[in-house]
């Protein structure tokens, strides 16, 4: 089964991302159906599978499914985009793809699932974690360190979000690191965090800056040891 999926998705990724050229992407969200590159892009994918496949036509159902769904989602995709949000709709496409794998790999090799395992004590643990990590310590944080104001450096160019996006991903490397018991990894991550930060921190002038960045970083990276060490125990006491 896993064999299947591996070659099912490795198809996948030639045809989607491999051998699709920026140019067959534009022509496609212009035209949309009626673009040539739509069908030679589910060409690119038929000759993929059968490639992978090892010209095994005893999967031509399978081979067939994919192609034809392949067609249908991104039809869909190409008439929605102008509605969705562009990262949304790239998520729903790939998860629409994903689905139609296991689906033709079920057939082939039939698997059981059951939604008794989304409930499961370890995948709840973890998934809890994971949003504690994120969304939850981000508000924690603003909630810590809103006693200072910070405006006058707030005016400098910056992307939306981006402190909060990079507070959430360190996080994540660092729950990983733990989790994995690479704790080296957290040391790695705190030197790269340093040299990036460099800037920032070695304007004495800005003192301020420096010792909110300082709180930040221990903040952000003392809740991701505290989550992952507490994912450890716990999972370790669940039987």
């Known amino acids: 089964m896993i064999s299947l999926i591996i070659k099912l998705t490795l198809a996948h990724v030639i045809g989607d991302f491999l051998f699709q050229p920026q140019k067959w992407v534009s022509h496609k969200e212009t035209y949309k159906h009626k673009s040539r590159f739509l069908y030679w892009h589910i060409l690119v994918h038929l000759c993929a599978l059968i490639i992978i496949l090892q010209f095994n036509f005893t999967y031509w159902l399978g081979i067939l499914i994919i192609s034809v769904s392949h ?26 793809h994903l689905i139609v794998i296991l689906f033709v790999v079920k057939i082939y090799e039939p698997f059981t699932f059951s939604f008794s395992m989304l409930f499961e004590p370890k995948l709840l643990l973890f998934i809890t974690c994971i949003l504690c990590i994120t969304k939850v310590s981000s508000i924690i944080m ?98």
């Not at 995709?77 to 629409?96: C, I, M, S, T, V």
């Not at 990079?166 to 030197?191: D, P």
């Open 142 to 239: 603003k909630t810590l360190i809103s006693k200072w104001d910070l405006k006058e450096y707030m005016e400098e160019a910056s992307l939306k979000n981006a402190g909060a996006y990079i507070g959430m991903l360190e996080r994540l490397f660092v729950f990983a690191f733990i989790i994995t018991n690479h704790w080296e990894g957290v040391g790695f991550l705190i030197a790269a965090k340093s040299v990036f930060r460099f800037g920032d921190l070695s304007k004495a002038k800005d003192r301020k800056l420096t010792e909110y960045i300082l709180i930040g970083t221990l903040l952000s990276f003392g809740l991701a040891i505290v989550f992952g060490l507490g994912y450890q125990y716990i999972f370790d006491l669940i039987e």
């Open 71 to 96: 067609f249908i989602i991104d039809s869909i995709k190409l008439h929605l985009k102008p509605l969705l949000n562009r990262r949304l709709l790239f998520g729903l496409d790939q998860l629409a």
